[in-house]
């Protein structure tokens, strides 16, 4: 049976790799005002990019109110035990 703390941290994983994705194509494409602007298949992309991204990034905060409440936990102590859960699985700090 899966922790269900564990599969917070997926699903906080994968908001931030499509946000990550969503800044990457800004920087590929840059600002849609600049001369000639976004042709329409990079404003497709990009807006599902980051119709992705603000889903994913609903998700993990609905699951995460959740998982607090159900845990009688403050929904702060939840984020900040889920950011460190998340680090330390990308390896971005000692573990």
Do not use: C
Not at 17 to 27: C, I, K, N, T, Y
């Amino acid at each position: 049976m899966t922790n269900i703390f564990d599969e917070l941290v997926e699903k906080q994983r994968a908001a931030e790799q499509a946000h990550h994705r969503v800044e990457e194509l800004r920087g590929m494409y840059g600002p849609p005002n600049e001369e000639g602007g976004w042709s329409s298949r990079q404003t497709t992309t990009y807006n599902t990019a980051w119709r992705a991204w603000r889903d994913l990034a609903r998700d993990v905060r609905t699951a995460v109110a959740d998982y607090a409440k159900a845990q009688g936990e403050q929904r702060s102590d939840v984020e900040t035990r889920l950011r460190q859960a998340v680090l330390k699985k990308t390896g971005d700090v000692d573990a």
